[in-house]
């Protein structure tokens, strides 16, 4: 695992993270994963390309969005 977690790090970096997806998530690839990288920290990644760059955000970050997407707030952005 890496000491301090960058936006844009290789997710190759963050050695011994266990990445998880949503069981909604299709068989095609179509998958964010999240990972948590230390006690304030949670990367997110592409699954169609889990060497490449991981976005790491604070919980604080990750349950603000969580919030949102609950009460709808983006649900414009997919229908």
Do not use: Q
Not at 28 to 45: F, T, W, Y
Not at 52 to 78: H, M, S
């Amino acid at each position: 695992m890496i000491t301090k977690a960058r936006n844009g790090v290789s997710a190759t970096e963050l050695r011994g993270v266990d990445w998880r997806k949503s069981t909604h998530s299709g068989a095609v690839g179509n998958c964010v994963e999240l990972a948590e990288v230390d006690h304030d920290a949670i990367a997110l990644r592409n699954s169609r390309f889990p060497e490449g760059p991981a976005l790491v955000y604070t919980r604080a970050e990750i349950a603000a969005f969580v919030a949102g997407a609950k009460d709808g707030e983006f649900d414009d952005l997919i229908g």
